[in-house]
């Protein structure tokens, strides 16, 4: 049976990653939520968390907590993607697609200008 | 949905609304016997034998936020396409088992997909939960439990960057040993 990577390898990653933490100011997590009902899931939810996944991984972004919901009554707009940034208020995306997600981590999460097209209206 | 992989997902998120703090799922490809099985079992809060019986209904749901729950029926009605079936065994306050075989080789089985894909989804999007991921194609056998992960980090987020990466790379390393052919060494006589 394989074994994983050694668990070594990843408290190293932990120690390195704390050694960074302390020098960033703390300016608290930003939250990124996907929600992933039967609906967002048929919709291609999987593929929009995919691509934050792998954008947090490949441009190294810190801070970042991603999240996710179940079904929250907006069907006609799946997928959809949460920004919670602190002290803001929630800002809700709709129909967000791979590459719309990946803007909206750049320009909202990363840059803190909300991308006021592809938000939905309250 | 095209993959089996996004009805596991979508399974798996019935297990995350019922409260389970643990889930394991399951896949055994058999070659020999021709059979591919799939189980999702959870610690959740489970159902009653009245609920139980009615959960294939696509006119049933626990949900509030909308009358219509589809993620069972749809995945029974894909297995029973080709030759497989589909049970579900629950049990108020222990939890849920979702078990599905196909027959491997039926040419209407739909792939199994970006597994690794759904399972990190999974992982990701909700670290409180303890996932276990068991994978067997014959004799070779991948398992992922990610308690000794989170231990190791210590409240450290699983999406920090660099641990994303190694929780990525373990899981689709070990998905692709699966499925490497043993490579055969041609000896000569000469």
């Known amino acids: ?122 | 949905m095209r993959e089996i992989a996004l009805h596991i997902l979508d399974i798996a998120e019935n297990s995350i609304s019922a409260g389970a703090d643990q889930v394991k799922i399951q896949i055994n490809e058999d070659l020999t016997e021709d059979l591919l099985q799939i189980k999702i079992s959870d610690n959740g809060k489970g159902m009653d034998a009245e609920t139980l019986e009615k959960i294939t209904d696509p006119f049933i749901t626990s949900r509030t936020t909308r009358k219509v729950g589809l993620g069972i029926p749809f995945f029974k009605a894909a297995a029973e396409a080709c030759d497989g079936c589909f049970s579900i065994q629950s049990q108020p306050g222990l939890g849920t088992d979702v078990s599905v075989y196909f027959k491997h080789s039926h040419i209407d089985r739909m792939p199994l997909g970006n597994i690794a894909s759904t399972f990190l989804s999974l992982l990701l999007g909700t670290p409180d939960i303890h996932w276990i991921y068991e994978h067997n194609v014959n004799e070779k056998y991948f398992v992922f439990d990610d308690q000794p992960i989170k231990e190791a980090l210590d409240g450290l987020p699983l999406t920090e960057p660099a641990v994303l990466k190694y929780i990525r790379e373990s899981f689709e390393e070990g998905i692709d040993m699966l499925y490497e052919t043993d490579s055969i060494t041609l000896e000569s006589t000469n």
């Open chain 1, 1 to 122: 049976m394989p074994t994983l990577k050694s668990l070594e390898d990843l408290k190293q990653i932990r120690e390195e990653a704390l050694k960074k933490q302390q020098l960033r100011e703390n300016s608290g997590k930003k939250e990124v939520i996907v929600g992933m009902g039967t609906v967002g899931i048929a919709a291609g939810a999987r593929e929009t968390l995919k691509a934050i996944l792998d954008m947090i991984e490949r441009e190294n972004l810190k801070d970042i907590i991603v999240r996710q919901t179940g079904n929250i009554g907006l069907d006609s707009f799946e997928p959809i993607v949460q920004v919670v940034l602190p002290n803001e208020e929630k800002v809700t995306y709709g129909n967000v697609k791979p590459d719309m997600a990946r803007r909206i981590l750049e320009e909202h999460v990363v840059g803190g200008e909300i991308v006021q097209e592809y938000q939905i209206e309250k």
